[in-house]
């Protein structure tokens, strides 16, 4: 069954098409910086806000209109598959990313949920090997079910750590079956609400117990991932412990994990943090830890995780020059973790909806070659720090000096005449790369 019948395999046309379903700047195969457009950004379709959300708000009930859905919830996942690759051949999207939840039902035990992901991905595998398409990342949702009221592996009950981890077994097992190349923990509710009656330490100790538990359990069945780590500071706890992409590194340095993981970071996660997304990827960049992005964006009226589609051109355009500052983001890619507005209900809309996502990183990336290819943000570093490349500041650098031999030539040197950063201006250069 088609889902989408009336609407074509989307195709670039360019900017000046009136066409809503054709790329006005997304040209997978178009050259830019170096490779192709596909290759730098290596868009991902997210499961879960495509195919399974379902319009609810706090204040309203579902109202998406979605032809797969029936009585059967096997069914339903089954249909489910069939959407996936039909929208992922439409918008030549090359991957795709779930929660083992999206998928399949959980049914009424843990071993019925494991064999509903069985069938589930039995029926994945078989598209993929059909048409080519790729699993970006999986990962285990342990945070809706009631069990996991008080966490995950952080939870105060053994019992809920035990059935975690073997979720995170389960989804390591599907990982390579699917040929993934990325595993996600996202810490849905690996937090606390209030410090009077938790043990900081040990919720702690027990999360980085799990996580080493996945790493061995990786190597011993030969499964060479890259596991990701997903940063959010508050919602659904009040206060998360992978807070931003600094506290995240802090707990994988303390605990031995530098070398197995790497960070998936999300814009709408990063805003709420109060940063903004390329700083976060900068921050991973500085630790090696960059490894792959979730598109998005919130509302700054709005103080949630409004998980809104992209459409902010300086946002990703200084996202997509952290990506090739990078040199790209593979094995990750961009993941649209991101749904269609209440409002925007129709089917039809998923697909307009990614099209809008996708042209505006490509828009992004396109600005952020230019950058790259003039120079712009080096030239202009290099004559901010260019006191540090010669005489006492590079003697700094080369770690030639020490406070006695700095307390002598401040003494010398008491009259500092600093620059301007001419930021202003600065800011309305980048906006001329925009346009």
Known sequence: MAYFPSIDKVKFEGKETSNPFAFRHYNPDEIVFGKPMREHLRFAMAWWHTLTQDGTDPFGAPINERTWLSEDPMTTAKNRVDAAF???????????????????????????????????????????????????????????HPRFVHGAASSSNAE?????????????????????????????????????????MLEQDNIARLFHMAVDYAKEIGHEVQFLIEPKPMEPSKHQYDFD?????????????????????????????????????????????????????????????????????????LAMYQVLENGGIAPGGINFDAKVRRTSFKMEDLILAHIAGMDTFARGLKAAAALKEDGFFDKEISRRYASYQSGIGKSIVDGNENLTSLTEYALAHDHVENESNHLELLKSRLNDYLV
């Not at 993934?180 to 509710?189: A, E, L, T």
């Not at 031995?256 to 921050?283: P, S």
């Open 160 to 200: 809920v750590f035990a059935i975690a981890a073997a979720q995170v077994k389960k989804g390591i097992d599907i990982s390579k079956k699917l040929g993934g190349k990325n595993y996600v923990f996202w810490g849905g509710r690996e937090g606390y609400e209030s410090l009077l009656n938790t043990d900081m």
């Open 86 to 144: 039909e929208i992922l051949d439409k918008l030549s999207m090359d991957f795709f990313c779930f929660h083992d939840v999206d998928i399949a039902p959980q049914g009424d035990s843990l071993q019925e949920f494991f064999d509903n992901l069985d069938v589930i991905t039995d029926l994945i595998k078989q598209k993929m090997d059909e048409t080519g398409k790729k699993l970006l990342w999986n990962t285990a949702n342990m945070f809706t």
């Open 245 to 317: 992409a600094a506290t995240t590194m802090a707990f994988l340095q303390k605990y031995g994990l530098t070398d197995y993981f790497k960070l998936n970071l999300e814009a709408n996660h990063a805003t709420l943090a109060g940063h903004t997304f390329d700083h976060e990827m900068y921050v991973a960049r500085c630790y090696d830890a960059l490894g792959s992005l979730d598109a998005n964006q919130g509302d700054m009226l709005l103080g949630w995780d409004t998980d809104e589609f992209p459409t902010n051109i300086y946002d990703t355009t």
